[in-house]
């Protein structure tokens, strides 16, 4: 009797479990021969029960209770509840195989239909939109093993550049202006393919992270839905762009650190160390896409952190388990993160070995390791300088330019009627020429040819610096300056015999000797050259001269010594062969080196310095882009850009995105802020308006999503460049999951809290008309997004909904 019942509550569990199966929302598919494995062992187990029914009836405790009780077995493996050696004798030869595949339908359906509208016809318009200009520039560079610098990390473009190599691009097509027809030779399906795979991949990883914030299904679907119908991710998906990846490894890496968070009381588990250290490399990678990955690297850093700070108040865990967590958690956040940064551009300065029109942003040096080029220039150049070399001054740091002069004055009076010291100019040129050089002169000899052996320039040594093509020495007056009035003006020396003698002499400052030595070198030393007479330093303002100085750049002295400014290096050298004026100046005139051996730097040397480039270095910078907007215009989209206009109609390309739910992501951020300032007062004065499982939901939601969008939003405030709206998309991003999830809190309110059956039957009719609007404004501004359909003057009119919207049309 005992084992038939047995058999039936063994039975009633498997019944209970595929009710189960079959109740998910999601749909699982079962391998047909795990099923069988599961009656044979079925069939086993009930003869193994009649068996030893006898010997083993009191070894079973946990399945006796009460007939009657209503209560389910519990799920467990069948083989847990016998006695280990009932198990060894009746179980042991049972091959125990299962496999599940779950597919979220829902997940599925919005994947294909990302991809449909980011795939339509990706190979229109078959022009150059917007910044496919400068990427795919840098991809053709990739193709060819040309050096190019750009401000932001290379994993974007090297992920295009791969899929065009694989695709027979080689890179010879001429980026040249936006409009510029695309030839027949470039396989641009593939170049825009990543960008388009990456903005379909979008809208199902939202799907999920919503779901892991504990969100219902439906909520998690509208976020998808709501983010697949706005027209500026559209467009930002279909072409040569990097928003779609940065956007993608950003919300992934996202969803992989909640799901880590699951596992707070279980660490150390594979799952543990698996969304750990996914969630970190693919942070990693959007930092490595733009720099403002780093906001979704805080994000992701602050949600740990969180989780951390949960710990702290587990009073079961001891202070040793602790900060062992804490310090594993520290150890993959920056060990992960280092590896992969590091590898990407060891990669990217492996591949691009040739020098290129970018290499002049560089030092001479990095320059110099590069094959063509100036190390074409360099090499074989003599090393040490010495008296009677003839040098060119590079400015090391910043901005690339050369000391140079030539033979106009700088004028009597300045428009502010400061007077100046009427000397010949010297300035720092940003282009190749004769007049950037000089000639290195010890003060006590008249002779400007070097001697054998050669009289080297060592650390401390005070000089002269003769102008190759004036033969006028290098000066400094007590004459302010003339656009930095605070410094001290540089020339060189004219004498008009008046009462204001020569101040010509130059000590030499080596600030790299523990690396080089105490020689003057070429390109390796880093120099200072201090004015004996003021103890001021040699620097370049960054101002610009009016006409009268050629708008070339300014160059003073400065009483503070150690600046980047102040920092200067030889970057060609000879030495002085001649004696005679006339023969110096045709030797510099025709001047060339003899390539004999390359410059070689490591890689970390390579990596520091372009490192530095990237995040110090001021770069030029386009500041009043007729497309620029502000942050504070971003949330009501009140300018879009300009991508493209055909030349032959009015169909273009033109960021903006969907109208109703960029104004309805706004109002929806003020409300969740409103609601969650009333909440908070509430809960202060001790009432609970919410259980504690919402209110749980509604913090978390605010913990990450709202979080997430100030991450995104709030430093562009302090950022002093020109801005456009597509810098906005990450916060929009968030906003929009934030707006989906308050959706779900409203709808709970009305249907849990309050009970109010009219107010849930207005708040639904008025969400299926939201949601209407939104499809139907989508579908009417599709048309700027794929740019493929020919569009009269009135069609652009009646699409320009706020007068700040400037869309470019040809009149007909």
């Known amino acids: 009797m005992e084992s038939e019942k047995r058999n039936k509550k063994i039975q009633s569990t498997m019944k209970s479990s595929r009710k189960y199966a079959k109740g998910k929302s999601n749909f699982i598919f079962e391998n047909k021969s795990c099923v069988e494995d599961v009656g044979r062992y079925l069939e086993k187990g009930a003869e193994c029960l009649k068996s030893k029914s006898d010997t083993h009836a009191d070894e079973s405790p946990a399945l006796q209770r009460d007939e009657g009780d209503g209560e389910s077995v519990p799920e467990m493996a069948v083989e847990d509840t016998y006695p280990a050696s009932s198990n060894m004798t009746c179980v042991s030869t049972v091959q125990r195989f299962h496999v599940n595949i779950e597919l979220d339908i829902m997940a599925v359906m919005l994947f294909l239909a990302g991809l449909a509208t980011r795939m339509y016809r990706l190979e229109e318009p078959r022009s150059i939109v917007f910044d496919e200009l400068h990427y795919g520039k840098y991809v053709s560079l990739y193709m060819k093993r040309t050096f190019f610098f750009d401000s932001h990390p290379p994993f974007g473009k090297q992920l295009i550049a791969a899929v065009a190599y694989l695709a027979g691009f080689d890179g010879q097509f001429k980026f040249d202006r936006i409009g510029s027809s695309y030839s027949e030779t470039v396989p641009l399906f593939a170049l825009r393919l990543v960008p388009a795979v990456c903005g379909s991949l979008i809208i199902p990883t939202t799907y999920h992270l919503m779901l892991e914030l504990g969100l219902t299904q439906w909520t998690a679907a509208l976020a998808g839905f709501l983010l697949l119908c706005d027209n500026a991710m559209l467009a930002q998906s279909r072409f040569i762009l990097m928003e779609s990846m940065l956007l993608l490894f950003a919300l992934f890496g996202l969803l992989c650190i909640l799901k880590f968070r699951r596992y707070h009381y279980h660490p150390y588990c594979l799952q543990w160390w698996l969304w750990l250290s996914l969630g970190a490399a693919s942070l990693t990678c959007a930092l490595c896409v733009k720099y403002v990955g780093f906001f979704s690297c805080c994000l992701g850093a602050s949600v740990v952190g969180r989780d951390c700070w949960r710990l702290l108040s587990d009073r079961r865990l001891s202070d040793g388990a602790i900060l062992c967590q804490l310090l594993t958690r520290l150890l993959v956040l920056t060990a992960i993160p280092t590896a992969i940064y590091l590898t990407i551009f060891y990669i990217h300065l492996a591949v691009l070995s040739r020098a290129g029109p970018h290499d002049s942003v560089m030092t001479s040096a990095f320059q110099a390791s590069l094959e063509g080029g100036l190390a074409s220039i360099t090499r074989g150049q003599p090393l040490e300088i010495a008296h009677g070399s003839q040098i060119t001054l590079r400015h090391s740091h910043g901005r690339t330019c050369w000391l140079h002069s030539h033979a106009h004055v700088y004028p009597i009076r300045y428009p502010d009627k400061r007077g100046s010291s009427h000397q010949q100019q010297v300035t720092c040129y940003s282009f190749k020429d004769v007049n950037n050089w000089w000639i290195v002169k010890r003060p006590q000899r008249n002779d400007l040819v070097v001697s054998q052996p050669v009289d080297a320039i060592r650390h401390g040594d005070v000089i002269q610096l003769v102008h190759g093509m004036t033969s006028r020495a290098l000066n400094s007056h007590d004459v302010a300056a003339a656009m930095s009035p605070q410094n001290q003006e540089v020339s060189c020396y004219i004498d008009y015999n008046v009462s204001m003698p020569a101040q010509n002499l130059w000590r030499v400052d080596i600030i790299n000797r523990d690396q080089v030595g105490d020689i003057w070198h070429t390109i390796e030393s880093l120099v200072r050259l201090v004015h004996v007479n003021s103890s001021q330093a040699l620097k370049f303002s960054g101002r610009q001269l009016p006409d009268w100085g050629f708008n070339q750049h300014e160059v003073v002295t400065d009483r503070i010594l150690h600046q980047d400014d102040t920092v200067w290096n030889v970057e060609e050298h000879r030495y002085t062969k001649n004696e005679d004026q006339k023969d110096r100046e045709r030797e510099l005139v025709n001047a060339e080196m003899i390539p004999l051996r390359p410059t070689s730097l490591s890689f970390w040397e390579k990596f520091l310095e372009l490192q530095y480039k990237m995040l110090f270095a001021n770069q030029e910078n386009v500041q009043n882009h007729m497309y620029s907007s502000e942050p504070l215009e971003w949330p009501f989209m009140a300018r879009g850009i300009a991508y493209w206009v055909s030349p032959h109609s009015n169909a273009q390309v033109h960021l903006l995105g969907n109208l109703v739910v960029w104004l309805s992501g706004s109002v929806s951020l003020i409300l969740y802020s409103i609601l969650l300032t009333f909440y908070l007062i509430r809960r202060r004065r001790h009432c609970y308006d919410l259980t504690p499982d919402t209110w749980y939901r509604f913090v978390v939601v605010g913990e990450v999503l709202l979080l997430g969008f100030l991450f995104h939003y709030v430093p562009y405030f302090f950022v002093e460049r020109t801005l456009f709206l597509h810098h906005y998309l990450p916060a929009f991003t968030f906003k929009v999951l934030l707006m989906a999830a308050l959706v779900e809190h409203l709808h709970h309110v009305f249907c849990e809290t ?59």
């Open 754 to 812: 309050l009970s109010w059956r009219l107010g849930l039957a207005v708040f639904k009719l008025l969400a299926g008309a939201w949601l209407v609007a939104v499809l139907v404004v989508f579908r009417r501004f599709s048309v700027l997004s794929y740019g493929t359909i020919p569009l009269s003057a009135a069609d652009i009119l009646r699409l320009r909904w706020r007068d700040s919207w400037d869309f470019i049309l040809h009149r007909q």
